[in-house]
């Protein structure tokens, strides 16, 4: 049965999705990454498709961006499609002075101003955090293939412009290496599911050097991330 916002019938999606923000990154991967590909989704641009990768099932759709985007869609790939791995790859901006353009992180945990935790009614603060399976595979594969990565907190904000410019300093303080807009949602979704979820990020920015990449660098230059993330399906 399709959604309001997926036209996929049960059984087209794999269970383990790559979830890049950009639906055009997904449409990127499957036709550079992918074989045998067939697309499941269109519904509002958010393009999604299944294919294959060393003959493994495997299917990259778009979350957009921030929470209730990335929340929506991974809740209906969960529980209306049965999706059982879900893995961001994604872009972020660098809090530490030690990272650096096209800088990998794996996202152990994500703290967040946003309420999204709200929902839950929990007596305390929520503390999202990765699949520990999927973390360490991902970490593995990265060190078989020499690929860099660094495993840490990171901040998932509502803001990408925020009226307190300088407050991600703070974030920083606590070790938190890099900020992006959807990894809280996604950690909390598939927690409460009871499913695997873990992102992989790639430093699109750095906030401590003032540097960036450009939005076409952005879309093709993630090929280190894309090789950890497809060795998990
Ligand atoms: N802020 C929020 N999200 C982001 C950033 C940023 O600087 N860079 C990439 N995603």
Redesign the pocket.
Known sequence: MSTPHNSAVMGQIAETVLLP?DPLRAKFIAENFLENVEQFNGVRNMFGFTGTYKGKKVSVMGTG?GCPSIGIYSYELIHMYGVKNLIRV????AYHPDLNLYDIILAIGASTDSNYAYQFELPGIYSATASWDLLSKAKKAADDNNIKTVVGNIVT?D??YSDNPDNWRKWAKMGCL????ETYALYCIANRAGVNALTI?T???S?VHKT?TTPDQREKGFKDMMKIALELA
Do not use: N
């Not at 994604?90 to 901006?93: I, L």
């Not at 890099?178 to 807009?181: D, N, P, R």
């Open positions: 923000g961006m994604g872009s972020c901006g904000s803001l990408f890099a900020v992006e807009m990020l430093v699109s920015d906030l960036e």
